[in-house]
């Protein structure tokens, strides 16, 4: 019976390891997702703005002659119906 007990007493004491390892993981893995997950803001964020310059590039050197004339086609209201 004494090898039963000594079996005993080394398990409870991988539990207690096992406890005590567990109850240290619990705020460093925490701390792991908080930080992956700024990791991934970070990188979704970095990622719009470079689309983005990258897509206001691609329209700048694809313009055509009529973009530099914004309002050519456009009629206003106010040219019609004056000095009469």
């Known amino acids: 019976m004494s ?5 005993l007493s080394t398990h409870e004491e991988s539990l207690s390891e096992e406890q005590i390892e567990a109850e240290e993981q619990g705020p460093s893995s925490a701390l792991k997702v908080l930080g992956w997950l700024s990791v991934g803001v970070a ?10 310059e990258l897509r206001n590039r691609y329209k700048f050197n694809h313009r055509t002659p009529y ?3 914004a309002n050519a086609g456009k009629r206003q209201a106010g040219e019609f119906g004056l000095g009469i």
């Open 67 to 69: 973009d530099f004339y």
């Open 43 to 52: 990188v979704a964020a970095v990622g719009l703005y470079v689309g983005r």
């Open 3 to 7: 090898v039963a007990a000594e079996v």
